[in-house]
């Protein structure tokens, strides 16, 4: 199957900085891009959708001036989360897509803001 | 809404079989998967379907019957790496993905 590259897999950071998390299509080019949010025992809860080339489409009560979207390769996407608080700890998952059928997905990266 | 109901969690026996169902209701239908994942691990790939009927892959089987809005994911020969979360997922009339909460499965020897 297709790669997808997440990373970094983990990082902790000070509260008030901010983080940006990187997702690659290794060997296929990526016209959407998904990123997660998974808190613990609870589903993936999809926060935006990321197309080569444009703004990103976010989830209703997910602040796009916190979580900036760049999608400006078909193979690179990328979250940065701003101004970081505790709430946002959280495990950040991106998958791509380059049809209509499975979406594949990084490694994942568990953020803790302390 | 579009909501996707599942077990929260089940329990098994090694080398037993399980069954795990998924129903749904979303705003269109352009396939259902099936994932598998591990705590603290993105999602892996399990099985797709799209069309009514079963889709065998080795110990692992996936039905689907759209007009009943209803899936089931059947694992055989249980293993105890096979302890994980399942996720059963649709894709929409825009091939978003709608998430289920997944099933914790939990396997004993």
């Known amino acids: 199957g297709a790669v997808v590259s997440q990373h970094p897999s983990w990082v902790i950071c000070k509260s008030g900085t901010s983080v940006k998390i990187e997702c690659r299509s290794l060997?296929?080019?990526?016209?959407?891009m998904f990123w997660y949010r998974q808190f613990p025992k609870q589903s993936l809860m999809l926060m935006a959708t990321?197309?080569?080339?444009?703004?990103?489409?976010?989830e209703q009560g997910v602040e796009k001036d916190k979580f900036l979207i760049n999608h400006a390769s078909l193979t690179l996407s990328t979250l940065t989360v701003t101004s970081a608080h505790p709430e946002d700890s959280s495990f950040y998952i991106c998958?791509?897509?380059?049809?209509?059928?499975?979406?594949?997905f990084g490694q994942g990266t568990r953020l803790t803001v302390v | 809404g579009q909501n996707i109901d599942q077990p929260t969690e089940m329990t098994a026996t090694e080398g037993a079989i399980v069954q795990i169902n998924c129903t749904y209701q979303?705003?269109?239908?352009?396939?259902l998967f099936w994932y598998q994942q591990h705590a603290g691990e993105a999602p892996t790939f399990l099985s797709y379907n799209v069309l009514d009927g079963l889709e065998e892959k080795g110990r692992f089987s996936s039905f689907l019957s759209r007009s009943k809005g209803y899936s089931y994911l059947l694992l055989k020969e249980l293993q105890m790496k096979d302890s994980a979360s399942y996720l059963c997922?649709?894709?929409?009339?825009?091939?978003?993905?709608?998430w289920g909460a997944g099933t914790k499965l939990i396997i004993k020897p």
């Open positions: 979303t705003s269109g239908f352009n396939g």
């Open positions: 060997d296929f080019q990526a016209t959407t």
């Open positions: 990321s197309n080569e080339g444009s703004k990103a489409t976010y």
């Open positions: 998958s791509a897509s380059f049809s209509h059928t499975e979406a594949f």
């Open positions: 997922a649709v894709k929409d009339s825009n091939y978003q993905l709608i």
